[in-house]
């Protein structure tokens, strides 16, 4: 009888010793000390040429500031390197109103890329001069509505920041309903009252369905007003909820209703005043 054949094994790897341990963290930090001031003395060297100077600047994102404003802004000196620190330029720019945030990149070897995100007006309110673009702090724009044919905002009665900052909110979250907006104004009992334009509503199948309950015309603040018509709802009311007047308006104008005024102060119900 052969014995059985005996598995061999390889011995346990033993633990290196503590010092080469030791050694060889301190290698890797005195390599990691020695690399990372390679890049910045590789593009403190690069600006000191006078091929990577800028030449042209190139900016993106703008609607109702001009690129030339943008540049003007800047004062790029003609031996500012793209290399140079774009921080401070940054911070120029930010300090413009109409500015809500900015990146600089570089396109070598002497371009510099400006991309503006603008803080968009959203309503027109009385200034000095007349009527004024505010954004969504009610901080005037800088815009000339006269020299702005596609300046299509809706008309706040009131400077008023809760005002501003709830149509901030619909612009940001439904263009078809902020399109619709003519007018917006707070009442003495603290409901907001918008005048909406009845003309290209839209379709409503992405919208969420709502209850609808028919009342009557005897309301004191019920209007005719042709081509408007007249929401009313909470101060501080949600862009989602005020969508919720689409498959209600749509049902009612289906059936050849015409509707005073609709209200959205009910929970989850979307009253319907007929004239």
């Not at 309301?219 to 909470?234: F, H, K, Q, T, Y």
């Not at 989602?240 to 007047?245: E, S, Y």
């Not at 498959?247 to 509707?259: I, K, M, N, S, W």
Request: aromatic share 4%; glycine share 6%; net charge positive.
């Amino acid at each position: 009888m052969s014995p059985l054949p005996l598995e061999l094994t390889d011995p346990p790897a033993l633990p290196p010793p503590r010092s080469r341990r030791r050694w060889k963290f301190f290698a890797i930090v005195v390599l990691l000390v020695l690399l990372l001031p390679a890049s910045w003395l590789a593009r403190r060297g690069a600006s000191k040429l006078a091929f990577f100077r800028v030449r042209s600047v190139v900016v993106d994102g703008t609607h109702y500031l001009s690129p030339d404003s943008i540049v003007a802004r800047l004062s790029i000196d003609t031996l500012r390197s793209v290399f140079d620190d774009t921080p401070p330029l940054v911070e120029r720019l930010k300090k413009m109103p109409q500015i809500a945030d900015v990146t600089i990149s570089r396109k070598l070897p002497g371009t510099l890329v400006i991309t503006i995100r603008e803080n968009p007006p959203v309503a027109l309110v009385s200034g000095p001069q007349g009527l004024e673009p505010v954004d969504a702090d009610g901080v005037p724009l800088p815009i000339d509505p006269s020299k702005e044919p596609s300046l299509d905002l809706p008309v706040a009665n009131q400077r008023d920041v809760a005002l501003t900052k709830m149509l901030g909110d619909i612009r940001a979250t439904s263009a078809v309903l902020f399109r619709r907006v003519s007018e917006v104004s707070r009442t003495g009992a603290g409901d907001v009252v918008l005048l909406l334009t009845t003309t290209g509503s839209g379709t409503t199948s992405a919208l969420k369905p709502a209850t609808a309950a028919i009342g009557d015309s005897t309301s004191p603040n019920a209007v005719d007003a042709p081509g408007l018509l007249r929401v009313r709802a909470r101060m501080g009311v949600s862009a989602t909820r005020l969508t919720d007047i689409f498959p209600v308006e749509f049902d009612l104008r289906r059936r050849g209703a015409r509707v005073a005024e609709l209200d959205l102060r009910y929970r989850d119900q979307v009253i319907a005043r007929l004239q």
